[in-house]
């Protein structure tokens, strides 16, 4: 059972154009983490959120944590090619961390 | 450069072979991890050793052995694996204070398996 849903799978859009991505889940976590992955290198966090309603801003990603810890979203205004990646995201229970599947994002020039 | 570093970088062994797989961390942090990343499947938590104790072992196959001699290293050893172990292995690293496991984890570049 996949306690992190993150949709959508894969998403391909022009330069310029806004995005956002999700994770979900029916479980609470003290923290969620955003990471990015890039082809043959291990995931690189992004932000970590730990209180529910929290904001974070990152230059041109956003980030929010559900107000319950259950969820959280990533949005990317005016995507480059350079932000195209593996987004993975993390809910920590106790000592694990359980990752969502990914968004696999495409931007293309 | 996250200050993990993983060695090798790809491995292709037979269902015979016995191997290890070696973390080396240059951040001063007390926790380490392996986990294991499948096409198509989440991350998978493998083991977590806090203060060179291992603390959580997440139904892990015996054919998987971890070992952590000291805070800045830590080895995956693996003998008579199965193609379907064929993956990408990734080590991280985090703080661990007071007992609690800090959400920021660093990771390795990770070691391509592949098991013939």
């Known amino acids: 059972t996949q306690l992190l849903e993150q949709s959508p799978q894969f998403l391909s859009i022009q330069e310029g154009e806004n995005l956002t991505v999700y994770c979900n889940s029916s479980?609470?976590?003290?923290?969620l983490q955003w990471y990015r992955q890039e082809p043959g290198e291990g995931p690189v966090l992004l932000v970590t959120v730990v209180t529910g309603g929290e904001v974070k801003k990152l230059k041109r990603l956003t980030f929010q944590f559900g107000d319950a810890r259950k969820d959280s979203s990533l949005h990317i205004t005016a995507a480059q090619p350079g932000d195209t990646g593996l987004y993975l995201c993390a809910g920590r229970q106790g000592f694990s961390f359980i990752f969502g599947k990914g968004t696999r994002l495409l931007v293309k020039p | 450069e996250t200050g993990v570093t993983q060695t090798p970088r790809h491995l292709v062994m037979g269902m015979t072979n016995k191997k290890s797989l070696k973390c080396e961390q240059h951040l001063g942090h007390n926790a380490m991890y392996w986990y294991k990343q499948s096409a198509k499947k989440p991350l998978e938590l493998m083991f977590v050793y806090s203060l060179e104790e291992r603390v959580e072992n997440n139904s892990v196959p015996s054919r998987f052995s971890p070992e952590c001699p000291n805070s800045s290293h830590l080895f995956l050893h693996l003998h008579t694996l199965q193609p379907e172990d064929s993956a990408l292995y990734l080590c991280?690293?985090?703080?661990?204070?007071?007992?609690?496991?800090?959400?920021?984890?660093?990771f390795g570049p990770g070691t391509r398996l592949l098991v013939l």
């Open positions: 991280a690293s985090s703080q661990d204070t007071s007992g609690r496991v800090v959400e920021t984890q660093y």
């Open positions: 479980s609470v976590f003290s923290s």
